[in-house]
Every structure is written in structure tokens, then in C-alpha cells.
């Protein structure tokens, strides 16, 4: 069983910027592809940024990329998102993700991911 604990949360001016952890524990973390997603009040759930094992490969929904960075660090089992010059609209609660591929291949399905933590709100005001 996989456990995924978000935080770093919490309410930011139009502007500024937040930084997410996720600590995860369980089945070998550096074997698998991380994510975040993020689901606003009456919105579906979408994709925000995806990260592959290693951390040398990365991609970002077109709405953050430029602005939101993702990085893990597999010796302390955790994947961060660095959110810069944030907007109202990235209002939501933010989740973490695992997926069950290895090696480069990286997803933005839903499908794919297996296991998720219990969510972080992010507030962003104008």
C-alpha cells in the first residue's frame, strides 16, 4: 500500500507563490512516475504537471507551464511543485499522484495514476 501525505498549501496573494510537498511511503518510490492534479470547486479533476522516476523528464498542462516547476528527490521519497506568479484561476485543491510506469514514459491520464493523497487547498486571491 502506498501512503501520499500533501502539504504546503494555504491562501497567497495574485502574484506570489506557494511551494507543494508530497511524502509518500510504501512500495519503492523511485520506481515510478509522480503527478500533480488539482480539482476546483464544481470542475473536474485536470492534470497539472507529471515528473518520471528519475526526474530527468518533465511535462505541464499548457495553463502552468512557464510559471509551475515539478522536482523529486528520491532519496527522501517526496515530489515538490514550486507554483510562481500565481493566479486566481490556479485556485483548487492540489492532489499527489503516483503511476504505475517506470522508466521515461510520462502520462497526464487520470487512468494511470494508482494512488493519490488526500489533497492540499491552494487560495489564491486577486
Known amino acids: 500500500q502506498v501512503q501520499l501525505v500533501e502539504s504546503g498549501g494555504g491562501l497567497v496573494q495574485a502574484g506570489g507563490s506557494l511551494r507543494l510537498s508530497c511524502a509518500a511511503s510504501?512500495?519503492?518510490?523511485?520506481?515510478?512516475?509522480m503527478g500533480w492534479f488539482r480539482q476546483a470547486p464544481g470542475k473536474e479533476r485536470e492534470f497539472v504537471a507529471t515528473?518520471?522516476?528519475?526526474?530527468?523528464?518533465?511535462y505541464y498542462a499548457d495553463s502552468v507551464k512557464g510559471r509551475f516547476t515539478i522536482s523529486r528527490d528520491n532519496a527522501k521519497n517526496t515530489v515538490s511543485l514550486q507554483m510562481n506568479s500565481l493566479k486566481p484561476e490556479d485556485t483548487a485543491v492540489y492532489y499527489c499522484a503516483q503511476n504505475s510506469w517506470t522508466g521515461d514514459y510520462l502520462t497526464a491520464k487520470r487512468i494511470d495514476y494508482v494512488y493519490w493523497g488526500q489533497g492540499t487547498q491552494v487560495t489564491v486571491s486577486s
Open positions: 515528473i518520471n522516476w528519475s526526474g530527468g523528464f518533465t
Open positions: 510504501g512500495r519503492t518510490f523511485s520506481r515510478y512516475g
